[in-house]
């Protein structure tokens, strides 16, 4: 009978862990699948754990990377991921930023193909949070993309990190990302990104577009407001397609509050250059962090790959690059783009077929 009574207690205990255990793991996927917050960036998806078969294989690293995914270059987003994810032994959890109505599409792609171990948190971008902020022509309405402003918002996006790294989803990563999280940032830097002076990109015009590696090229110098911040003209532009974020400096220098300034600004008093037309989030970067930033390795930032369909660099330089970044017009999703090949190597097909279709309409779209 103490025997019997002993099995009794221990089953009592054992069942009153587990019911303990059940409501704290109720509490955090409730925490991480409906916290919002003001910005209107809410989680949707969250895979807190790397399989077991795969964590005894890659260190315990965890790096924060930071990519915007549009349906209409979804496809673009899931071939950077995949480049990145198969080139690093590192655990890479992806926060992928995202519109409501990209969701279902986005979470069936990643979790039907060869991409289902990628760690990952899908987060849904309110456009509202640009009202006021981004002059829309109503004749051009369906230009604003608000995903490229999802970079402003980077300690929303990643809260618990104190680093993270941005990329653009037209990049394809051939080498440890680990490589970059780790580029030193000096004190009081709240990011690092690629200048455009840099010995890979000295000196780019895009035809039509003038000087896109100097300051005059995206600010307009006849603007008082722009004169009296003293930026030299032809300081070297960055680019903000791919960087590293230190998060605890950004929150501290309230980063995202000066970039909304210059984006309310820029609606009453058009600051930026016509010159490079189009080009709305490169300006508030180049103000807030003129001569405040760290410099990444240019081989982190291989661009201008999409300039124009020409092979503007050697095969053997293509293939040492870190990083390949197709920012133009010409997409490797077109096929018309240089170095499309490199590309399709990372792309990983759409189980919908969807993209497809917007593939085949990119490329008749080019071919006009």
């Known amino acids: 009978?103490?025997?019997?009574?002993?099995?009794?207690?221990?089953?009592?205990?054992?069942?009153?862990?587990?019911?303990?255990?059940?409501?704290?793991?109720?509490?955090?996927?409730?925490?991480?699948?409906?916290?919002?917050?003001?910005?209107?960036?809410?989680?949707?998806?969250?895979?807190?754990?790397?399989?077991?078969?795969?964590?005894?294989?890659?260190?315990?690293?965890?790096?924060?990377?930071?990519?915007?995914?549009?349906d209409e270059r979804l496809g673009g987003a899931i071939a950077a991921m995949n480049s990145i994810y198969r080139h690093t032994r590192s655990?890479?959890?992806?926060?992928?930023?995202?519109?409501?109505?990209?969701v279902d599409h986005l979470r069936l792609w990643l979790s039907s193909t060869a991409l289902k171990n990628l760690r990952y948190r899908i987060l849904d971008f309110d456009p509202h949070v640009l009202e006021g902020k981004v002059q829309v022509d109503p004749q051009k309405a369906d230009t604003l993309k608000p995903l490229t402003f999802a970079r402003f918002y980077l300690p929303d996006l990643v809260p618990h990190a104190e680093k993270a790294i941005y990329v653009d989803d037209d990049v394809i990563v051939q080498d440890d990302i680990l490589e970059l999280y780790?580029?030193?940032?000096?004190?009081?830097?709240?990011?690092?990104?690629?200048?455009?002076?840099?010995?890979?990109?000295?000196?780019?015009?895009?035809?039509?577009?003038?000087?896109?590696?100097?300051?005059?090229?995206f600010l307009d110098y006849k603007k008082e407001t722009i004169r009296k911040l003293a930026m030299k003209a032809n300081t070297c532009s960055f680019n903000p397609g791919v960087f590293v974020a230190n998060l605890t400096e950004w929150k501290l220098q309230n980063i995202t509050k000066q970039l909304e300034k210059w984006m309310a600004l820029n609606v009453v008093e058009e600051l930026?250059?016509?010159?490079?037309?189009?080009?709305?989030?490169?300006?508030?970067?180049?103000?807030?962090?003129?001569?405040q930033h760290s410099s990444i390795d240019p081989m982190w930032n291989v661009r201008h790959l999409g300039s124009s369909a020409g092979k503007r660099y050697s095969p053997q330089f293509v293939k040492a690059a870190k990083l390949?970044?197709?920012?133009?017009?010409?997409?490797?999703?077109?096929?018309?783009?240089?170095?499309?090949?490199?590309?399709?190597?990372?792309?990983?097909?759409?189980?919908?077929?969807?993209?497809?279709?917007?593939?085949?309409?990119?490329?008749?779209?080019?071919?006009?």
Not at 5 to 26: D, E, K, P, R, T
């Open 1 to 70: 009978s103490v025997n019997i009574s002993i099995l009794i207690v221990a089953v009592i205990i054992f069942l009153l862990v587990l019911h303990h255990n059940f409501l704290g793991l109720s509490d955090f996927l409730r925490q991480e699948l409906s916290d919002s917050n003001p910005l209107g960036l809410q989680p949707i998806d969250f895979i807190p754990a790397v399989p077991q078969r795969l964590a005894d294989e890659r260190n315990d690293k965890e790096i924060s990377v930071v990519i915007a995914a549009s």
């Open 182 to 217: 780790n580029t030193p940032l000096k004190p009081g830097h709240a990011a690092a990104f690629s200048d455009d002076c840099d010995s890979t990109t000295n000196k780019v015009a895009v035809r039509g577009a003038g000087n896109q590696y100097n300051y005059i090229g």
């Open 91 to 102: 655990n890479v959890v992806f926060h992928i930023v995202t519109l409501n109505d990209t």
């Open 272 to 291: 930026y250059s016509r010159t490079l037309a189009g080009s709305i989030t490169t300006p508030p970067l180049l103000i807030v962090f003129y001569k």
């Open 324 to 368: 390949l970044h197709w920012n133009g017009h010409f997409k490797p999703w077109g096929r018309t783009a240089s170095y499309a090949e490199v590309w399709e190597k990372w792309y990983v097909p759409d189980p919908t077929g969807k993209f497809s279709l917007i593939r085949r309409h990119s490329e008749a779209y080019e071919a006009k």
